[in-house]
């Protein structure tokens, strides 16, 4: 993980010193409203920097119904090419990477944005985006209590079952998400949910939220008047505007404006922008990034090549 948020450092420097080519990803909707694909594409090119080159294609899915069948709700595929000939250089699970370069993001906003002596962590969700955003706050705060919640109670177990000997803090299920956050420093998020997951009025005066699951217009994990009073920094303005549901509702229902967006995450890393200092509420609404893919991916391709993983096939 620790790694995963220095690659994510480097892509949101990348990104906000123009050094990339990264058209708004596609979204396909399933008829019946059974899940979504999206196809994200990158070519990030960093000479003046540590990023060097990389070029990628993703489609990932995400089937919330796939829970009633007991598989992964995010799927999908990472198509790593060589930037000089553009012969694919790798395949690797989407699902995968896309949940650690996920939790990396929040862990490189928690980092910057969160109380220095944050103890405890709050989660809201038990998937795989879950579990990849406990370890990175962990990576970067002391945390020392995780308290997890999950309209599905018996994910929520399997999922504190899993990571209790990954991490040296307390982790325990809770049975709701007000319980969940009462004086927590750090709330993470990520659930599909189309209605907010827990009150404004439940926040302590002094907390970082990351929320990462709503991809959608529709989609809002975050009550209204907590947008409109929080410090916001998302990971692209653009994507933001099209795709982050619970800022698009804020601005519609007139508790903040695009304008007051404090900040996007890369600006932040250069620091080009000033983070909002003394308590109060900060968050930080992640859609997901292809550039954040296409460095991930080149971090996991050298990896594996060497320590000698993954199977060798031949390219004609």
């Known amino acids: 993980m620790a790694e ?6 480097r892509a949101f420097a990348v990104l906000a010193r123009g050094a990339v080519e990264l058209p708004q990803r596609t979204q396909l909707q399933v008829a019946g409203e059974l899940g979504t694909s999206l196809i994200m594409s990158c070519y990030a090119a960093d000479p003046g920097g540590t990023a060097g080159e990389a070029l990628m294609v993703k489609v990932a899915s995400v089937f919330p119904r796939n829970l009633e069948r007991e598989i992964a709700t995010i ?6 090419l060589d930037p000089e000939t553009g012969v694919p250089e790798a395949m690797m699970d989407g699902g995968s990477l896309t949940a650690i370069r996920t939790g990396a993001a929040s862990g490189l906003a928690t980092r910057l944005l969160a109380p220095k002596d944050a103890r405890v962590l709050a989660v809201v969700g038990a998937g795989g985006q879950a579990r990849s955003q406990v370890a990175a706050v962990c990576a970067v705060r002391p945390i020392n209590e995780v308290r997890v919640y999950s309209r599905t109670l018996e994910r929520a177990h399997e999922m504190v079952e899993e990571l209790a000997g990954e991490s040296s803090a307390s982790l325990r299920v809770v049975g709701s998400a007000s319980e969940a956050i009462a004086d927590a420093d750090v709330i993470c998020t990520a659930t599909t949910s189309a209605q907010p997951v827990f009150k404004d009025g439940d926040l302590k005066a002094n907390v970082h939220l990351n929320a990462v699951g709503s991809y959608r217009p529709d989609l809002a994990e975050i009550p209204v008047e907590t947008c409109g009073r ?7 303005l653009e994507a933001a505007r099209e795709e ?3 800022l698009i509702q804020a601005v519609a229902a007139g508790a903040m404006t695009w304008q007051g967006v404090g900040a996007e995450l890369g600006d932040l890393v250069l620091g080009r922008a000033e983070i909002s200092q003394g308590p109060g509420v900060t968050l930080f609404k992640s859609v997901g990034l292809a550039v ?3 460095l991930a991916a080149k971090a996991a391709l050298a990896n594996a090549r060497a320590r000698g993983l993954g199977q060798q096939v031949r390219w004609e």
């Not at 799927?75 to 790593?80: D, E, I, K, R, S």
């Open 4 to 9: 995963a948020i220095t690659e994510m450092e």
């Open 75 to 80: 799927n999908g595929a990472v198509l790593v």
């Open 230 to 236: 929080a410090f916001v920094v998302v990971d692209s």
């Open 244 to 246: 982050a549901g619970e």
């Open 292 to 294: 954040q893919d296409a």
